[in-house]
């Protein structure tokens, strides 16, 4: 049985690979890394069809070492070993270079066994994952690895595989392939910057359309094949940004109709992910201080979302979207920490005051000894002036009461608090 056309086309040198110009370009930090051909361990992470498997094997070719490939969502404690009694054997004498795919699906015990192979480098580690790895994967391993992101491709990325793809299901039948342009943009826009999915779509069009030594891939036929929404909708195009800018700044607006309008068309191109994490980006930015209740509550219905999948995931992020639309506006907490960032980037500050430290000693020369923190919880309101901030910005105002109910109820109360106690 032929290997589907996405295996067949997949590149064998990094020139070949699409997209991934800011890891793969010349001068880039891990193309340096591959030219220079000593591998250290290394973690992908990024969504599905966007090179990370191919990249691991250009590089496992390039380096001489026994290659061993794992999927974890399978793989077993017992397969683990099985690679490990390799290592010193003829089969293996130059090394192990194990590609470990989605390394998220290993649990601590699985990633703990690899840990001193990896160590003292008797195994070579590239893993890939689809989760940001800094949640998923056991810190011990994260600190002897390097993690790159691999990007969704653009469209015009995708374009160009599809055309070369073209060339070569011709190459392969003897078949003429006549595809317009406009039908390969429409599988480059559907594929969500998937190189796979792309490749797959490509394959069935052309199995569709091909009679005798001709297969005329016709726009009708494309549309017919990726479904009705998926020729309206690329997540790395414009459109997929304006939607997503819409969407937010329609919640942001208090617009319930124009939000829920927009979450509906990310809904329908499935893209449940950007609908999620926007609403929780927004939820924080511009409702915050004003209704701080919200944050868990939308966070509730995000997480239910996410357990239930599409089609369902409609009505828990259709409530929590209404929710933040019609809620009290602050962004009184986004300033603050904008500021205080920046002040941050700046350098600005200094030492940490000596009262909020977390030593109790004080060496011979200091002027002043003790540490003479003061404990609010021992004064009256729980509240006693001293210095937090450094002494270079003892003075800096981050935060500042937003115009709403609960802050300003906020506000009143620590008025008080505090004029009374300084």
Same mark, same amino acid.
């Given at each position: ?8 086309? %997949?590149?064998? &040198?990094? @020139? ?18 591959? @030219? ?37 969502? !399978?793989?077993?404690? +017992? ?6 009694? &390799? ?26 066994? $690899? $840990? ?27 600190? %002897? &690895? ?8 653009? #469209? ?7 055309? &070369? ?24 826009? +559907? ?16 199995? !569709? ?10 726009? !009708? ?18 459109? /997929? ?21 927009? $979450?509906?068309?990310?809904?329908? #191109? ?19 201080? #004003? ?15 996410? !357990? ?9 992020? #259709? ?40 030593? /109790? ?20 309101? /729980? ?7 450094? @002494? ?10 937003? @115009? ?19």
């Amino acid at each position: 049985m032929k290997a589907p056309l996405a295996d067949r086309l %997949r590149p064998k &040198s990094i @020139d070949e690979v699409a997209g991934q110009k800011h890891l793969l370009s010349n001068g880039k930090i891990l193309r340096k890394i591959i @030219d220079s051909g000593e591998i250290p361990n290394l973690i992908f992470y990024g969504p599905s069809g966007v090179g990370k498997t191919t990249v691991a094997n250009i590089i496992a070719a390039k380096s001489g070492k026994k290659l061993c490939y794992l999927n974890a969502t !399978t793989a077993s404690t +017992a397969d683990i070993k099985e690679i490990i009694s &390799s290592i010193g054997t003829i089969d293996a004498a130059s090394g192990i270079l194990l590609y470990l795919d989605e390394i998220q699906y290993f649990n601590k015990k699985q990633q703990q066994i $690899l $840990l001193s192979y990896i160590e003292n480098g008797d195994i070579t580690l590239i893993a890939s994952t689809t989760e940001n790895p800094y949640f998923y994967v056991y810190n011990a391993i994260l600190s %002897r &690895s390097t993690v790159f992101e691999f990007k969704q491709l653009s #469209a015009d990325d995708i374009y160009s595989v599809i055309k &070369s793809a073209t060339e070569k299901l011709a190459e392969e039948t003897g078949i003429e392939v006549i595809i317009s342009d406009e039908s390969a943009k429409k599988i480059s826009r +559907a594929a969500a910057g998937d190189v796979r999915r792309a490749l797959n779509m490509l394959e069935l069009c052309f199995l !569709t359309a091909k009679t005798g030594e001709k297969a005329v891939i016709e726009e !009708t036929s494309v549309e017919q094949i990726l479904g009705g929404n998926a020729v309206r909708y690329d997540r790395e195009g414009d459109e /997929h940004y304006d939607i997503i800018s819409a969407y937010q700044k329609s919640m942001r607006g208090s617009d319930p109709d124009a939000a829920v309008y927009y $979450l509906a068309r990310l809904l329908a #191109a499935g893209d449940l992910p950007s609908a999620c994490r926007r609403l929780l980006v927004c939820a924080n930015e511009d409702v915050g201080l #004003a209704y701080p209740q919200i944050i868990p509550i939308v966070k509730a219905a995000v997480d239910t979302a996410m !357990t239930v999948g599409l089609p369902e995931a409609r009505i828990p992020l #259709a409530n929590a979207v209404i929710l933040v639309a019609t809620s009290p506006k602050s962004n009184s907490a986004y300033n603050a920490i904008g500021s205080a960032m920046g002040d941050v980037e700046k350098g600005l500050g200094g030492a940490i005051p000596r009262q909020l430290q977390n030593k /109790h000693f004080d060496g011979e020369d200091a002027e002043v000894k003790g540490q003479n923190y003061k404990y609010p919880h021992d004064y009256t309101g /729980h509240y006693v002036n001293q210095q937090y901030l450094p @002494d270079g910005i003892k003075n800096r105002k981050y935060y500042e009461f937003g @115009d709403n109910k609960t802050e300003q109820k906020f506000k009143e109360y620590w008025d008080k608090i505090k004029t009374d106690r300084s």
